[in-house]
């Protein structure tokens, strides 16, 4: 019993210095931009949520508490560099993170909420907003992550023309 239990603490104590989180020559943490839009009380897909990197493009068509339980969507592939390069152009990260966290009445009065989201090695930072209504100091990036969302609804089937 007693070798057993000295396998399991050795196993864990050296165990723990493969794991990832405890690697410290992984540099710096990569750059990933989110966006998504919700809407509290809907039936159907109510959250559409955006994830890119510079490699990937991740999207997520998911149902609302309302009504019949539509099947989540899913989306994962290569992301055009292209568009990776546009997005850096639009993104000032010292003005996204100078943004209040919550900016006007988000999905009041049914009205939806949208958010963008950045994380790089300083942290992370979330601003929702009203939906449609995204704040002027970020208005490039905001239009660019819509219309990127508005492609992948498209391509999960969850569009409005769908």
């Not at 109510?46 to 539509?70: M, S, V, W, Y």
């Amino acid at each position: 019993m007693k070798m057993y239990l000295l396998f399991f603490i050795l196993l864990a104590f050296y165990g723990c210095d493969a794991l990832p989180f405890n690697d410290e020559s992984q540099g710096e943490v990569p750059l990933v931009i989110r966006s998504g839009e919700s809407f509290g009380f809907c039936a159907g897909y109510c959250r559409h949520e955006l994830e890119l990197d510079g490699n990937t493009i991740r999207f997520k068509a998911l149902p609302g508490a309302g009504g019949p339980q539509p099947a989540e969507r899913f989306y994962e592939g290569e992301i055009d560099q292209e568009l990776w390069n546009d997005l850096l152009k639009a993104l000032d990260e010292t003005t996204v993170r100078q943004l209040e966290d919550v900016i006007g009445c988000p999905d009041c009065a049914d009205g939806g909420a949208e958010w963008i989201e950045i994380q790089d090695e300083s942290g992370t930072k979330r601003v929702t907003f009203e939906y449609g209504k995204g704040p002027d100091e970020i208005k490039a990036l905001v239009d660019q992550l819509r219309t990127v969302r508005e492609e992948m609804k498209k391509q999960v089937g969850t569009s409005r023309q769908d």
